[in-house]
């Protein structure tokens, strides 16, 4: 079955760190870019982080910028994201999505066609 | 504040049409940037509905239909089903920010 699976939430003290993991499956993961969305409890989708293929680029919102880190390990068919310095802003369902298009970084074929079901950060002392 | 702004809600009865409108400006969608929406029904992840201004990914039906013209986009949903009672949500991608992709503010579809 082709899915991805968020794994390492949880709840985090402000200045803590916490790294998600994505498990992909049923599809040839070095195929596609690979990205983090999150969803703050009750609001819309914001775009975090994202890379390609081959980790060669990478790319974050002004919001994590220098906090969040993310990465690939094609050998595992996983993606990760290293958040630190984490604030109560932060606390969201985290959801990694995969994009279709390899070389893609951001432009018109930055888009997202496969979703997993996120995992969920919470902020909070 | 997203740079892509849709409506908060829209509702029509079983059978009718409605449409969600993603409004941009010359740094993302007049630029000639694509657009892509998203259905989230409730409690469950995203899924895509339409990518490239106006093509379906199989499986999605041909009631669903977007387009794009001048710095906004449309989605366009016929003979609305009780299923279709979702958020929806544009994205695309703007020259302005640093970042790869933006979203718009979402809109809550419900069926009367």
């Known amino acids: 079955e082709v899915q991805l699976v968020e794994s390492g939430g949880g709840v985090v003290r402000p200045g803590g760190s916490l790294r998600l993991s994505c498990a992909a499956s049923?599809?040839?993961?070095?195929?596609?870019?690979m990205s983090w969305v999150r969803q703050a409890p009750g609001k819309g989708l914001e775009w975090v982080s994202g890379i390609n293929w081959n980790g060669g680029s990478t790319g974050y919102a002004d919001s994590v910028k220098g906090r969040f880190t993310i990465s690939r390990d094609n050998a595992k068919n996983s993606l990760y994201l290293q958040m630190n310095s984490l604030r109560a802003e932060d606390t969201a369902l985290y959801h990694c999505a995969r994009v279709p298009d390899p070389l893609a970084v951001a432009g018109s074929e930055w888009y997202f066609d496969l979703w997993g079901r996120g995992t969920l950060v919470t902020v909070s002392s | 504040q997203s740079v892509l702004t849709q409506p908060p809600s829209v509702s029509g009865a079983p059978g009718q049409r409605v449409t969600i409108s993603c409004t941009g400006s010359?740094?993302?969608?007049?630029?000639?940037?694509?657009v892509h929406w998203y259905q989230q029904l409730p409690g469950t992840a995203p899924k895509l509905l339409i990518y490239g201004n106006s093509n379906r990914p199989s499986g999605v039906p041909d009631r669903f239909s977007g387009s794009k013209s001048g710095t906004s986009a449309s989605l366009a949903i016929t003979g609305l089903q009780a299923e279709d009672e979702a958020d929806y949500y544009c994205?695309?991608?703007?020259?302005?920010?640093?970042?790869?992709?933006?979203f718009g503010t979402g809109t809550k579809v419900t069926v009367l």
């Open positions: 994205q695309s991608y703007d020259s302005s920010l640093s970042g790869w992709g933006v």
């Open positions: 049923g599809f040839t993961f070095d195929d596609y870019g």
């Open positions: 010359s740094s993302n969608i007049g630029a000639g940037y694509d």
